[in-house]
């Protein structure tokens, strides 16, 4: 750990000015990005002593190796930067709002010449008008079905338009009047996007007109005797109140806001947000986060409406945002979010009415978010803190391995070797490092072994040394580690390349000879800075390089299931990567070797021949009898099969019988 007065700024050096900083680690990777009306006054309070500061900020501090800055004109300039920040280099130590589940809205494609209402997730899209979030998906197609009778708009995917407009007949739907049927020209294109506007419309809350449209239609059709339109009629006034009530009135009409709520303890914060529109609630969604840094109730609040709004513009940012305690920089944010919509947004916590009633109840959902996930994870943050701490105590390491590696090997009787490498940061899976290795029977540019058979051990050494060989190219080129002496400017991206950030443990798919070849392949590159042990499945034994006994950890111990859960991890990200590469293996064939040989040729002389083994036996005048084969080629596709070894033979396993290649094969 570093001393911060060890990378501390001189006195005067920072500026008096609004700016963004930035604390990075001994190998340049982001740590923690914030902001500051004064970054001199702000970055002082983290160069105080150590013991009175927060324990987080303390942690952080002492991760830390450097410290910088960016001055910036404004406050508003400096939270827009400092978002970009934290989404792109994914500090550790910033608290970070993740969606529990990818919530759906109701989507209308205004981007297609005929709109389509649908069901999406995920990120949105230009062009596209978004309702919601909502729980379910099964709650908006139910709210579709009865505004279909009303708006019906075009809900079918592309191809099913296509197939209907081809053939001249709509759908189902179409013919049961929820569809208007643009498929085959029932309306114009204007026509269907007028349609698709007045549901839009509906949906954004601006519902009143419509009622009173169809209200004003049926009095009219019932005087001129039209009964059986004043009845549909009659109909599709109670489809849209059923949807009308479906989002309860919980505000005045024509309010859009966006309520936020917290319910947080001293290791972690859960958000609820209900989204208010045209005085509904149309939709809700929560979030969980570990406090990682030390922060208050108007810094989560800060932190929540910067994830919620960081990629939205116009009307998906409402008029009012409601907050339980308004952020330190109040001013700034209200003018971020008003930046945004593109026009005034106004920031405030409610006081009296119908709104602070509201934001009770959000409160109470948050509440309750925060303490069925304390049931779910039963303190998962403490659990996997005493797990690193088991680790490092049983395998006697200086501190908790907060970066952990693990390595395994995988094939099918000497074929197909392939490796793995997973991370575990902090004892969570970081899934974006995770990396896959072929196995090539070479390190660097020595020839080290064939690769034929089942030898996990040259591939254990190989794996490791292709590793670290990369991990120490990499720190050349940063400049930690320079063999001339000459140290480069450092890289400023913040974010080290594929191998460049190091693990304080490497754990091996295996017992005594696994470890001793991961321990020769990094003492040959000269690492002795990091640990190593293995795991062998049979007795979950801990093996260490040159010890003759293993650790045996207590079987109710959190080490032993987080290691157990390193390795598995590895296992199984192992074996789909060689199920993977077998199965493309299997597909080939020698056929694939023949130049210009496209596949619908191949498939023309596999279906002339019957099989790859008949083709084998064929002349080159045969092969030029298939249509669209000349002599150049057919000449080239039998010096393929003469080089290719034919295919073992097909043995049936219950009787042992060898199976002729008389069918057809694979091309």
């Known amino acids: ?21 930035k604390f990075r680690d001994e190998h340049r990777r982001v740590i923690y990005v914030g902001k500051a009306k004064s970054l001199r006054q702000r970055l ?35 939270l827009q930067l400092e978002y970009s920040w934290i989404k792109e280099y994914d500090p550790r130590f910033n608290v970070k709002y993740r969606d529990d589940k990818s919530y759906p809205y109701l989507a209308v494609t205004m981007n297609e010449e005929f709109p389509r209402v649908q069901v999406l997730r995920g990120h949105k899209k230009k062009g596209v008008r978004y309702f919601g979030p909502y729980a379910h998906a099964w709650a908006i197609r139910e709210t579709v079905d009865l505004m279909l009778r009303v708006f019906p708009v ?31 020209g029932r309306v114009t294109p204007e026509e269907h996007r007028e349609l698709a506007e007045e549901f839009s419309d509906f949906m954004a809350g601006r519902t009143g007109t419509y009622i009173r449209r169809l209200e004003k239609q049926m009095m009219l059709a019932a005087e001129d005797m039209e009964y059986e339109k004043a009845a549909r009629l009659r109909d599709d006034i109670e489809a849209l109140r059923r949807a009308m009530e479906k989002s309860a009135v919980v505000l005045a009409d024509a309010t859009d806001a966006d309520l936020i709520a917290l319910a947080e303890d001293e290791l972690e914060a859960a958000v609820q947000i209900f989204h208010v529109r045209g005085g509904r609630v149309r939709g809700q969604r929560g979030w969980v986060t570990d406090k990682v840094e030390a922060v208050d109730t108007a810094g989560l609040v800060e932190h929540a409406i910067q994830q919620l709004y960081g990629e939205e513009t116009g009307d998906t940012v409402p008029k009012e945002v409601l907050v339980p305690a308004l952020p330190e920089d109040a001013g700034a944010v209200t003018a971020w979010l008003s930046g945004r919509r593109g026009s005034n947004v106004s920031l405030r916590i409610p006081q009296r009415g119908d709104k602070k009633d509201l934001m009770e109840t959000v409160a109470r959902n948050a509440q309750q978010a925060l303490v069925l996930h304390k049931t779910k994870r039963a303190s998962d943050l403490t ?16 501190s908790a391995p907060l970066r952990i590696e693990c390595f395994d090997i995988s094939h099918l009787q000497g074929e197909d070797v392939v490796a793995s490498m997973v991370v575990f940061e902090d004892g969570l899976p970081r899934k974006s490092e995770y990396r896959r290795f072929q196995i090539k029977g070479r390190v660097g540019d020595t020839q080290v072994w064939h690769g034929e058979g089942q ?10 040394s292709r590793r670290f060989r990369r991990y120490l190219m990499e720190k050349e080129k940063t400049g930690e580690w320079d063999p001339e002496g000459v140290v480069e400017d450092p890289d400023e991206a913040g974010r080290p390349k594929r191998f460049a950030y190091p693990p304080q443990l490497v754990v091996v798919d295996g017992g005594q000879p696994q470890v001793a070849a991961a321990r020769r392949a990094l003492d040959e590159l000269g690492i002795s800075d990091i640990a190593v042990c293995g795991l062998a499945k049979r007795l979950e034994e801990v093996w260490l ?35 993977s590469k077998r199965g493309k293996r299997i597909r080939t064939s020698p056929l694939d070797a023949v130049p210009g040989l496209g596949e619908t040729r191949k ?5 002339h021949f019957g099989s790859v083994k008949r083709l084998r036996q064929a002349t080159i005048e045969q092969i030029c009898e298939v249509p669209g084969m000349g002599r150049k080629t057919a000449e080239a596709v039998v010096v393929a099969l003469a080089q290719a070894a034919p295919a073992a033979p097909a043995v049936n396993t219950a009787t042992g019988e060898i199976m002729e290649d008389d069918g057809g094969g694979t091309a």
């Open 1 to 21: 750990m570093a001393d911060p007065s060890s990378y501390r700024p001189k006195p005067g050096q920072i500026p008096d000015s609004p700016g963004v900083y």
């Open 44 to 78: 002082a309070n983290y160069f105080q002593p150590i013991t009175s500061l927060h324990p987080r900020t303390a942690t952080m501090v002492t991760t830390a190796a450097s410290v910088e800055w960016t001055v910036v004109s404004t406050e508003v300039e400096a």
């Open 154 to 184: 075009r809900t079918c995917s592309a191809g099913v338009f296509r197939n209907a407009a081809s053939a001249g007949r709509p759908c189902l739907l179409g013919y049961i009047g929820k569809c208007s049927a643009p498929c085959v």
């Open 383 to 398: 659990t996997r803190s005493r797990a690193l701490e088991e680790i490092a105590e049983a395998l006697d390491l200086d």
């Open 455 to 464: 030898d996990d051990v040259r591939s254990m050494h190989e794996v490791i």
């Open 545 to 579: 390089p040159g010890d003759d006994d293993p650790v045996v950890l207590p079987r109710s111990s959190e080490g032993l299931y987080l290691l157990q859960r390193v390795r598995d991890t590895a296992h199984d990200f192992a074996i789909r990567y060689q199920r």
């Open 603 to 607: 498939q023309a002389l596999i279906k």
